[in-house]
Every structure is written in C-alpha cells, then in structure tokens.
C-alpha cells in the first residue's frame, strides 16, 4: 500500500511487484484466495535466504512489467527465468514459479496443464485483477485432478491490472475503448466497462486510498462510477466480515479525488495535431510502453565514394529515469531540442575538462584521488551520453517528419481554430491548405478538418460540405466516415453548441517567445536541426485543466461543481449520509478519461495545476491513443451504424 502522502503510482505499483516477486505470504495489497501456505517454496534452487524463480506472465502482464522493471532487475529480485505463459515450456522441477496473469479461462487451462505436467517444485498464482468464484472453482478442480495441491503454494489476487508509465501517469491498455462504448454490442459495452471497473479498482488498491468519485451523469463514466463504488463497499465490508488485512489506509486526512472523465468531452485533443516532444513523439512515431524505434542513420555509412546504408531502427528507452525526458517530455518541441543542445554542450566541456586534467598533469602528480575522481564520473557521463544520443536520434527523426509533411503549418492554423476568427475564414483557409499536395498527408488533412469542425460551433452544413469536398479531390475515403460520424454525435447530442471545448489563454506574445530561437541557439548543428520548423508555442488552455481545478478546489456554483456527481464509497460502506460530504479542497486527484487520453492532457494538468507547490495529480486513461489511431477509430464507427 503506497503512502497517503504522496500519489507515486510508479513506485507503488513496483513495490507491489516486488512483493510478489518475493514471495510474500502477506501483502497490503493483495487478498488471499486459499488458505494453503506451503513454506516449501524453493527446493534445490534455494540459497541460504534467497530462492531463484521461475515468472510466468501472458501478455497483457508482460506490458505491465515492460514499464516496471529491466531484465537486470528481475534477476535482483531472484527471477532466473522469466518466460510467457502462452509458449511451450520445459521442465524446471527444481524451482518455484510465479504466475502473474490476468484471471481468463485460458490461463486457468494453462496453469492446471502446468500441475499435470509437473513443471516446477511449487506454484505461487497471482492474478492482476479479482478472480471470479467460477474460474476459481475450476483452478480448484483442476489441481485436486493433478494431485497437486500440496505444490500450489499461494493464490491470490494482485490489485496490478494497469501499465504505470511514470509517477503521475496510468493506462488500462484498453485498445479501441471509445469504439467499443460508442458500438451497438450491449454484451461488448458491459465487458468494457467491467473492465474499466477492475482496472480502477487496481490503481486505487495500490495506491491504498478510497477516494472520493466525481462524475458526469447520463454517460458511460457514471456506469464506470457505479461499479467501481459497488467494488470498493464490498472490499470495505470484507475486512469486516473476514477479518482480512486492510488494503487501504485506516484513516486519512489527504483522501484523493477520483475524477472521471467521458472522452467526449473534449475529443479535439485526441485529433489535432500537437507541438509537445511526448505527444510528437507518440503521433509521429509511435511510442509505446516508453519505448519507441527510430530509423538511425549508420555512422559508416557512405564513405570512401559507398553507397549510403539505409537508416536501420533502432529501439530506445523513454521513461522518467531519464533526466532530459522527466524534464523535458512535456516541453514545446523547440524547447526540447534547445534542451538536448546545452546537455551535449555540457558533456563535451565536461569531458573536455577530464582529459585536460590527465594530458596536462604529469603521471606522477595524477593521484589516486585523481583516478578514483575520473572512475567515479564514468558511470553518470556514460549515462549522459546515451541519454543525448537518444535524444539526438529520436528529434533528428521528428524534424524529417515534420519538415517532410509540414506539420508546423497544421498545428499553427488549428491553434487558431479556436480564436476568435470566423469559421468562413478558417474553412478557406484550411481548404487551401487541403488541396497543397506538398503538405501533409491525407490522414493529417482530415484531422485538421475535424479539430474545426469540433472547434467552430458556428461551421454550416455548406462548409462542411466544402471541406468534404476538398478531401475527396486529395483523395480521402475512409477518412470522410470518421466526419460522418462525429455529425452524427452532434446532431445526437448536441455536442457542437458546448462552447467550452478550449479557448486560447491570455498569451499574446507567446508566438514570438521562440521566434528567434534558432538565432540564440550558438551551435551550427542545432540551427540545422530546426531549419525550417516554425518556432510555436502551445497556447490553448484545455477544457480538462478547467474542470480539474474546479472540482478539486470545491468551488460551489462552478459549472463542474454543480452537474458532477458526488459519491463516496467509504461513507456508504460506514453508513453514512450526505452530511458527510468531503468540502475542503483536494491535494490529491486521480483524472481518468473514459475512452482514450493522450499526452496532451496529461501535462496541461501537470504545468496548470500540478508542481511543487500545486496539487498532486496523477492522469490515466483506457489507453493512451495516438491521433491517427483514434481517427481510425471515428472512421469504423462512422461506417457502422450509429
């Protein structure tokens, strides 16, 4: 169970792991679904105090683990072997295993197939959310079949369905989650949000706090709100009933609040195109599980008169271990390749520094407090130095995409979308800009003509057939059904005439903030990298930093205040009435998005409302879906009936 003081679903999540992974009888964060304890748990793979292991994982727990821990540090924690679940196997009879699974049919088939063929010397089985009474039963069956009850040493539910991908961010890894709530598949519908019900369940038991739940009424959050709050009393009340250890914190004084979010409520964000280096990273190309490949250009290639060696990817690590991208990843692109600029300088005087010192003094006064000086530096300039060449890699591809496709020109003109202008000038503006077949792709036309048509309330039917047009002439398709059908939203509920989508913050002269930055960038190199790539600076204010803030500060007769609903699970499993409503501000917020997030969001609340100072605010999401990947899915609904 994390502390009550701080929101660090990171860490939290990776000491509950830990946990497992040490095979621990007890757990603050998990519940303990049979009674046998075996203490046999290591056989001829044991070492004094330390049992070497063998972790089974299916997918979906391998994603979770991708963002936790490194193969380096399974093996501190005893795992030798670590292997999936789905593949076949080969006996290791000597050794424990540890299962961590998601509680489906086919894994309970797979572990009893396990016990019959007496693949490992005990079972430790951990679920990543609550198994069912049923699959339990037939886990049950299937051991006493085996005879291999005395060998299965724990089960038990783990509370870990979520990918933590830093301190303050989460995702279910729930793909395709706005298709699925806006299709016609009740049965689909209601799996969806049981699953979005478990994935909550497991980011508050981890964190150990029951929070406060807000959310908007007559939308898919409030079923999500619903089911979560049923969860949750019936947890409460099995510590009462079962005398089991809490998973939550006894009392608190810094209760977060849960803030549930429909994704329709603000989907300009998911489509239009962005500036910030996370965000440009995850759209132009494709990270994932902080980590992302980028074609590389080979050092040795075209020399001596050779052809150029085509560029090969490569795989890099992104995550907040890295100081430049903890720093940075929220940054305005510009911003982020300045920043890379002065780290290499930095390194390059630094090292510079270290070689002076050991050519200019003579080996008898190089002492060796010297040395143990120029050892002990090697380690952190080592790490440096990888850090800035992926970074150097991962902006050098970014600035070929956005030159290649001009994408500077997109985010400046959907940037002022929302302003002021009137939708007759933005539509000639951006039809102009459709029929320029030097810029852009056909997928990032269509974006821009659906961030106006959610931006502009005032775009008649003859503009947007204007629009359509211009697509078609380009060569669009597929693309014109996800207009079709974010027009059939509209017209079902009345989404366009919401005013409150964005606006621009009061800013004027941030444009010019960056506009002589190439200039004041001293290196030949760095001017080169942003030749040609319009130096902007993000100025809209999202919708969500707004409602956030509004809710977290409890601001009577605010908009967000007065339609979202209240409801808190702890008072209802104590029996208690309204009077015992939470009315001071929240330190402490959980914002979910039901149906997609994106980066975007999750760092405007960070810069808005978060720091050192600020609240501490933790962002999660279905999925963290990229901008084309949504439209995709716009564009399967729009040719689906609606």
């Known amino acids: 169970m994390a502390s ?22 007890t757990s603050d964060a998990s519940v303990p679904l049979s009674a046998h304890t075996s203490s046999r748990s290591g056989g001829a793979w044991s070492e004094g105090s330390v049992t070497w292991k063998v972790l089974l994982y299916d997918k979906e727990c391998q994603d979770r ?10 093996r501190q924690h005893a795992v030798t072997l670590h292997l999936s679940i789905e593949k076949e196997r080969s006996p290791v009879v000597e050794a424990p295993a540890v299962y961590f699974v998601d509680p489906t049919e086919d894994n309970i088939q797979r572990i009893v197939s396990d016990l019959e063929k007496g693949l490992y010397h ?41 990918v933590s991908l830093s301190p303050n961010l989460f995702s279910l890894n729930m793909g395709r989650a706005y298709e699925e709530l806006h299709g016609n598949e009740d049965s689909r519908i209601e799996a969806c949000i049981e699953r979005i019900a478990d994935g909550l369940l497991s980011v508050v038991c981890t964190l150990g706090q029951v929070p406060v739940i807000r959310y908007p009424q007559d939308h898919a959050s409030q079923l999500v709100a619903e089911r979560l709050s049923a969860k949750l009393k019936a947890l409460l009340g099995r510590k009462t009933a079962h005398g089991t250890q809490s998973l939550f914190a006894a009392s608190s004084s810094q209760r977060p609040c849960l803030i549930l979010l429909d994704r329709d409520f603000d989907l300009s964000v998911m489509i239009a195109h962005t500036w910030l280096y996370q965000a440009l990273v995850h ?63 930095e390194y390059n005087t630094k090292m510079a520094q270290l070689t002076a010192n050991r050519q200019g003094a ?26 800035i060449d992926s970074h150097t890699n991962i902006l050098t591809a970014l600035v070929n995409e956005i030159k290649a496709r001009q994408l500077d020109k997109f985010y400046e003109m959907e940037e002022g979308f929302a302003g002021s202008g009137t939708a007759a000038a933005a539509t000639r503006e951006l039809e ?25 309330p005032s775009l008649t039917s003859q503009q947007v057939e204007q629009l359509r047009g211009a697509l078609r002439d380009v060569g669009a398709d597929s693309e014109l059904r996800a207009l079709d059908f974010l027009q059939k939203l509209s017209q079902r509920k009345n989404m366009r005439e919401s005013s409150q989508m964005t606006e621009l913050s009061a800013n004027p002269s941030a444009g010019g903030a960056l506009a002589s930055l190439a200039a004041r960038v001293g290196d030949q190199v760095s001017r080169g990298l942003l030749a040609g790539v319009k130096q902007l600076l993000t100025k809209r204010q999202l919708l969500v930093t707004k409602a956030v803030g509004e809710l977290l500060e409890q601001k009577a007769g605010g908009h967000f205040f007065e339609s979202f609903a209240y409801m808190d699970p702890r008072a209802a499993a104590l029996g208690l009435g309204p009077e015992a409503r939470v009315r001071s501000p929240f330190r402490q917020g959980i914002v979910f998005v039901v149906g997609g997030g994106n ?19 933790i962002y999660g999401a279905t999925e963290l879906t990229s901008p084309c990947d949504f439209v995709e899915e716009l564009e399967r609904l729009g040719g689906a009936s609606f």
């Open 362 to 387: 003579p080996d008898a006064d190089f002492s060796t407090s010297d040395i143990s000086s120029a050892l002990n530096a090697l380690p952190e300039m080592t790490e440096k130095k990888r850090s």
């Open 65 to 74: 683990l991708a963002t936790l821990m490194k193969i380096g540090s399974l």
């Open 122 to 162: 005990t079972y430790y089985i951990n679920f990543s959310s609550p198994v069912s009474q049923g699959l339990l039963d037939a886990l049950a069956k299937g051991t006493v079949q085996a005879s291999s009850v005395l060998k299965v040493a724990k089960v038990c539910d783990r509370f870990l369905s979520f």
């Open 432 to 456: 102009a800009l459709i029929r320029d077949r030097n810029k852009g792709t056909i997928k990032d036309k269509a974006r821009a003509v659906l961030t106006l048509f959610l931006l502009k």
């Open 599 to 617: 980066y975007v969001e999750a760092h405007a609340l960070q810069h808005t409302l978060g720091g050192p100072e600020g609240k501490q605010i």
């Open 283 to 345: 759209d132009l190309l494709g990270l994932r599980l902080n980590q992302v490949t980028v074609p590389t250009e080979d050092p040795g290639g075209g020399m001596g008169g050779e052809t150029m060696a085509p560029p090969k990817p490569k795989k890099f690590d992104l995550d907040h271990s890295d100081a430049l991208w903890a720093k940075h990843a929220g940054s305005d692109f510009p911003n982020a390749a300045m920043a890379a600029h002065e780290a290499l300088n």
């Open 4 to 25: 009550s003081m701080s929101l660090n679903i990171l860490e939290a999540q990776k000491n509950a792991v830990i946990r497992m992974l040490n095979l621990s009888t």
